[in-house]
């Protein structure tokens, strides 16, 4: 118990960051297993919710900023589909994914050109960023409240998915693209909620991110998108509850091989310069023992 | 930019390719036409271009200084507040009499991304725009990486606030202006050793960097011959959640906690050691004394000490001329970092336009070759102090420190005393 209470803000932050990165996995697993392509722009969605809340909260409160801030990724997500990846449908798979790649660069290099390169500050979300003590570790409300907000999301998702017409097409779709057309499915509608779910997500995921960690640049989707990436396949690739549960056990995983030296009771500067080596290489541990992550379904060969 | 996804990215790419290619070879046929076509773009494209470059006709009486400074990525902020001082400096003197004539002074701009690989590049469009003399780069690591290139194209170069030793060292065509991190090093260790009494530092530096790196050895070394102790660690590249390493310095019970890192890393530190109620001062290095620092620390609970190059107060008409100059135009109020704050950088960038322009003059010769050999001797009084180089790596000869802290209640800097070593 006391080395609990010790090393409680390491595993606060893991669960905190294992939160954010989940929302962000949903949006990648949603989307691959509906068009079996891997949205690199997801992360630079992200990216640009938290821009968008940087300019906006500017001249607007927060009780507009934050719902116009959701509609606004949620319309970009629409956009992006429309635009980049809807007129491929037919087209090989690896177009859409280079298609995917271009749109990362353009909102990457748009957010460069209006950021002029500078890191912006993310303003102070009352409530959200206030400090608290728990258990004599001080930390943020918003470390507290996104796991319980993920969770709360995840199920609200998976009703969705369940007992919707919408969620009902969606499994279909995913299951079989062409027989579900067949079927009388609305394909491209479908497509279109999948990608406004998951940007509906990252837009949920960035506020309660860029909260904890207040400086938004033109690159700062990268990282968190890999990670989210990397959840998703862990995993297993179009899953939804194993996208979550990839996302905790590699924001935890991260925080607690930071906290290697407190933690483990090994002192060294190793444990945090290697932190990602160990999160990256446990990944690969983990596929090399189950190749198709942890909830992954089998693949079957259709004759 | 993030090298690390883009790396991954290409090798996704790679791989999908080797796998379809096969399957490309049968569309090619009906995709001749359009082959056809997008050669007559770029057919004609390049000879829009030829066109364009044939514009420009060389002035005679012009004499270029090249800006080798990063405009985006993690030093971004800093470099243009570097650049806002050479400009405000070309603002006041546009002009330098060499020999009998008097030459205009054109800044040529090249914006470095604080990213070690883009460096080579920045540096051959300075070279190759015909740059006379170069001025930068805020960072060490890219002044580093680019040291090469301008060695080739035989161009000196005036290093401003790269501190990093291995700038100058072993050649002869790169100078430097400011203090050099063993200096900066060995007074911030004196300083938390004796002032702040700490025996027990934390040393956060960026993995890969050279001047984070580097100041954060150079302070490990003075502090443990003083006989303190130091818990020393370093995170990647991308790292945007320091709450870990903020704990790590608690439970280790340190009592100053030392980051000479980026701006950028700065701002998210100074934040969540504010939230999680670090409970030491926070040191660092010249990096720091930027007006990013300041909105980051207003209002928090943060006690940050800096060591830099000039206070701002020093030299009061050149403060006022400064302001006044950046008050008047909103984009340099912007790439001031929004706010009228004078940072040490800018007074460096400031004087190093003036130990340029002093050199041609020496020189009397706008040959690259000429000034090089005439920066040795060059001599100057700039706001910064003044400003004599010794003869062995061509770095500054200083033994002044300026030490700020920040006030988090008015959001400016307080000046400390001054740490003079002999």
């Known amino acids: 118990m006391e080395f609990f209470h010790q090393n409680l803000s390491y595993f606060l932050s893991g669960i905190s960051v294992g939160g954010q990165y989940a929302l962000i996995a949903i949006g990648y697993t949603m989307v691959y297993g509906i068009l079996r392509l891997i949205n690199f722009a997801h992360g630079d969605v992200f990216m640009c919710a938290g821009l968008m809340m940087v300019y906006l909260s500017s001249t607007l409160p927060f009780t507009i900023t934050i719902p116009l801030v959701l509609l606004l990724t949620v319309l970009l997500g629409f956009v992006i589909e429309r635009v980049a990846y809807m007129p491929l449908r037919s087209a090989p798979r690896m177009s859409v994914m280079i298609s995917a790649i271009g749109v990362s660069y353009l909102l990457q290099n748009a957010a460069l050109y209006f950021t002029g390169g500078l890191a912006k500050v993310y303003p102070e979300i009352p409530f959200l960023s206030n400090s608290i003590v728990i258990w004599d570790a001080t930390t943020r409300v918003v470390t507290i409240v996104t796991p319980f907000l993920t969770v709360v999301l995840v199920i609200l998702l998976t009703l969705l998915i369940k007992h919707t017409k919408i969620g009902m097409a969606m499994r279909a779709v995913s299951r079989d693209f062409e027989t579900s057309q067949l079927m009388g499915i609305k394909i491209n509608r479908v497509i279109s909620t999948t990608f406004m779910i998951g940007s509906l997500l990252a837009s949920v995921a960035s506020l309660l991110y860029f909260t904890n960690y207040a400086s938004v640049t033109p690159t700062s989707g990268a990282m968190p998108g890999l990670k989210a990436f990397v959840a998703a396949v862990f995993g297993g690739i179009g899953s939804i509850p194993g996208a979550v549960i990839g996302a905790f056990i590699i924001g935890i995983c991260e925080n607690i091989i930071k906290g290697g030296a407190s933690i483990f009771g090994i002192p060294g500067s190793g444990w945090t310069t290697f932190s990602d080596a160990f999160t990256f290489a446990f990944l690969i541990v983990i596929l090399v023992v189950k190749p198709t992550g942890l909830f992954g379904e089998k693949a079957v060969d259709k004759v | ?422």
């Open chain 2, 1 to 422: 930019m993030n090298a690390f996804t883009r790396k991954v990215k290409n090798c996704i790419i790679y791989a999908i390719f080797k796998l379809t290619s096969s399957s490309f070879t049968f569309e090619m046929e009906e995709k001749n036409m359009k082959r056809t076509m997008l050669s007559v773009l770029i057919l004609s494209l390049a000879a829009l271009t030829l066109f364009a470059g044939g514009g420009s006709d060389a002035d005679s009486t012009i004499v270029k200084i090249g800006v080798f400074e990063p405009a985006s990525g993690d030093n971004g902020a800093g470099g243009k507040q570097e650049t806002l001082g050479i400009q405000f400096a070309n603002y006041v003197t546009p002009t330098v009499q060499v020999g009998d004539t008097e030459y205009t002074v054109e800044l040529v701009i090249a914006d470095n991304e604080s990213s070690n690989d883009r460096a080579a590049t920045a540096a051959a469009t300075l070279i190759n725009a015909g740059s006379s003399v170069v001025l930068g780069s805020y960072g060490s690591g890219v002044s580093i990486a680019g040291s090469d290139t301008f060695r080739v194209g035989g161009v000196p170069v005036i290093g401003i606030t790269c501190t990093n030793p291995q700038v100058t060292e072993g050649n002869s065509h790169y100078f430097r202006i400011c203090f050099l991190d063993p200096f900066q090093g060995t007074v911030l260790a004196n300083y938390a050793y004796q002032t702040l009494g700490a025996r027990k530092v934390y040393c956060l530096a960026k993995l890969g960097d050279d001047y984070s790196g580097g100041l954060v050895n150079y302070f490990v070394e003075r502090f443990t011959s003083l006989g303190g102790e130091v818990v020393s660690e370093t995170f990647p590249e991308g790292n945007s959640d320091f709450t870990s390493y903020i704990a790590n310095a608690k439970n280790s019970g340190c009592e100053v906690f030392f980051s000479p890192v980026s701006t950028e890393a700065a701002q998210l530190i100074i934040n969540q050691a504010s939230s999680q109620n670090l409970g030491m001062s926070i040191l660092a290095g010249d990096t720091w004394d930027s007006n990013v620092i300041l909105q980051a620390a207003k209002g928090k609970n943060v006690d940050i000490t800096i060591t830099t190059f000039y206070p701002e107060g020093a030299n009061p008409e050149f403060d006022s001329a400064f302001k006044e100059w950046v008050n008047a135009d909103a984009t340099r109020l912007s790439n001031n970092g929004g706010d009228d704050t004078i940072s040490a950088v800018t007074a460096m960038g400031y004087d190093a336009y003036y130990f340029a322009l002093q050199a041609i003059k020496n020189a009397a010769s706008t040959d690259p070759g000429d000034i090089m050999e005439a920066l040795w001797s060059t001599e100057i009084d700039g706001v910064t102090g003044h400003i004599a180089l010794e003869q062995v790596n061509g770095d500054a000869i200083r033994n002044t420190v300026f030490v700020k802290h920040a006030n988090t209640t008015t959001g400016g800097w307080d000046a400390l005393p001054a740490v003079v070593v002999d």
